[in-house]
């Protein structure tokens, strides 16, 4: 009955929407009358169904139902997630300093954050919490995080499961200060190494912080790395580029169906420095906010942009407040770097028979020029500059990390292995031929594209009849899948290789030990470096 009402609620809902956006476009009548239908079927409903029924949870069905249909960015927010918005802004919110998973009988530590309150419970990446205070977390079935929140300077008696091994501490909460640049450093040939992680409301200040401290010790050219960064503030983003393009520019202009949206944005601010030679980092995790820094600084050919295609989300989102302190944060436009081009990878609009967004097909990608005439294209995130092997995400690094092969595998090594500094690390061919016996003796296991669509061609074939015709050419090929699966994990070994180095250093070192180990052993810095060095490379690749 809950499936039918979803349905429901979905055609007679999908007004709310557009009332609070585009009501002036579409017929008044036709929408008042779908939010009278919605209104009477919800009342006649909830009073006459013949169980007792949960509005509030009918009424949340009935919302994200509709709003799945969209995009995986427009949500209905309730007050507590509201809260959680803010928070996560602002840059400082009170609980245990750790990044967690949520499942369904237990909360995994991802990462522990330096001197944090998890950190000083002694709760290491792995961790399994299994009871919160008096609560066993598989009792609770929705929200099982919102336990570990709680007042500033309040204990909570944790027990948790550390390689099969039963342990308890007590976690004192505490105000979490989240750092957008955490982490920033003079190398040796004068290269300043800047990581902005995320766009909160501190984001520019910091990086302009960053910036100066760094040339005032020297620094002659600087390394922002943007891997990673999924976003955040539309408004820090131009305040960052800001620091390197001068007043006046056009950093990012946003369209929509709905004219005030269609908006274009400028820098405001007089820059810090627009001459210091610039290289920037991404990868597949860099998105939205990180795409318009990159992108811009791209099309103005004011950095050389170094790594992997970055992850392609050029919707615009914000909040519109509700009733009962709840929010609807709605896409309302696409955003376009200054050449113009949009760098939305999936077009939600199209759909595929199982409902997925569509991706971008290259053959359909648009030719842009920057500022000095050099080609760039739309539709598939940031392309960079420089592209290097160790930034990119294969479908099998994908499906190692989606079934969190490389963290375990990382957790095993770290109580198995003594590492006194991130200087002494190297994960040599030794350690990634044990790493490939540990996958053996787990479930790994994951599918190709091809596969996919071979599994589709298969099922057509048997429903008009050529399955048999066919069957030895379709052995054939799953051979050959089957055998390019094998060869994947020598072939992405370098990908794989930076992944697993990563992981293992922060187990040690945290987060702060893994900028030190970067500095003198990354790829893409490495690279960064030596264009940086090479004046002349670099005033080539930015011409064209």
Not at 190 to 203: E, H, M, P
Not at 313 to 337: A, C, E, F, H, M
Not at 391 to 413: H, V
Not at 416 to 438: I, V
Request: charged fraction near 30%; aromatic fraction near 10%; charge should be negative.
């Amino acid at each position: 009955m809950k499936k039918t009402f979803s349905k429901i609620a979905i055609f007679a809902a999908i007004p709310v929407l557009f009332f609070t956006t585009v009501s002036y476009k579409a017929d008044f009548f036709e929408i008042a009358k779908q939010l009278e239908i919605f209104t009477t079927l919800f009342k006649e409903l909830n009073m006459n169904y013949v169980d007792e029924t949960n509005p509030a949870g009918l009424m949340d069905t009935a919302i994200n139902a509709m709003l799945e249909d969209l995009d995986p960015y427009t949500h209905y927010w309730n007050e507590q997630e509201v809260q959680a918005a803010r928070i996560d802004n602002a840059g400082e919110y009170t609980g245990i300093g750790a990044t967690v998973g949520i499942m369904a009988d237990k909360i995994v530590i991802l990462e522990p954050y330096k001197d944090y309150p998890a950190d000083k419970a002694g709760l290491k990446a792995g961790d399994e919490i299994i009871k919160i205070g008096n609560i066993a977390v598989a009792d609770f079935t929705e929200g099982a995080g919102e336990l570990l929140k709680g007042a500033p300077n309040t204990n909570v008696e944790l027990v948790f499961k550390r390689r099969g091994e039963i342990k308890t501490t007590t976690l004192t909460r505490g105000a979490v200060e989240i750092k957008a640049v955490p982490y920033f450093k003079l190398l040796e040939d004068k290269t300043g190494y800047i990581v902005l992680s995320q766009f909160n409301r501190n984001a520019s200040a910091e990086t302009v912080k960053a910036l100066k401290e760094l040339k005032e010790q020297g620094a002659e050219k600087i390394i922002l790395d943007l891997r990673g960064n999924p976003g955040g503030l539309l408004s820090e983003a131009i305040n960052v580029t800001n620091i390197f393009v001068p007043e006046g520019e056009l950093i990012t202009s946003t369209k929509s169906a709905v004219e005030k949206y269609n908006q274009k944005f400028l820098t405001t601010r007089k820059p810090i420095d627009t001459e210091i030679p610039l290289t920037v980092l991404i990868n597949g995790r860099s998105a939205s906010a990180s795409e318009i820094v990159a992108g811009s600084l791209q099309d103005l050919d004011r950095a050389v942009v170094i790594g992997a295609r970055s992850f392609g989300k050029g919707l615009v989102q914000r909040p519109k407040d509700l009733t009962y302190g709840t929010q609807l944060k709605v896409t309302i436009s696409r955003y376009y770097t200054p050449s113009g081009r949009c760098i939305q990878a999936l077009d939600y609009r199209h759909r595929d028979e199982e409902g997925n967004a569509v991706r971008f097909s290259s053959k359909d990608y648009n030719e842009f020029k920057t500022r000095n005439g050099r080609k760039v294209y739309d539709g598939g995130g940031i392309e960079p500059d420089v592209k290097l092997e160790t930034s990119e995400f294969s479908d099998i690094t994908n499906a190692l990390l989606q079934e969190n092969a490389i963290f375990d595998y990382a957790t095993n090594y770290y109580y198995t292995h003594t590492l006194n500094s991130p200087e002494e690390f190297s994960f040599t061919e030794e350690n990634y031929s044990d790493f490939r016996k540990y996958l053996e003796t787990t479930d790994f296991e994951f599918k190709t594209a091809t596969e996919a669509e071979l599994e589709d061609v298969i099922a057509a074939a048997e429903k008009e009849g050529y399955q048999q015709d066919l069957s030895k050419d379709f052995n054939e090929i799953q051979q050959v899948i089957s055998s390019s699966k094998d060869k994947a994990l020598t072939t992405k070994k370098a990908e794989i290789k930076s992944l697993l180095s990563e992981e293992i250093i922060k187990r040690y070192f945290y987060k702060e030990g893994l900028y030190d180990y970067y500095v003198k052993n990354n790829p893409e810095i490495i690279e960064a470096k030596q264009i940086l060095e090479d004046r002349s490379r670099y005033r080539n690749i930015l011409k064209g």
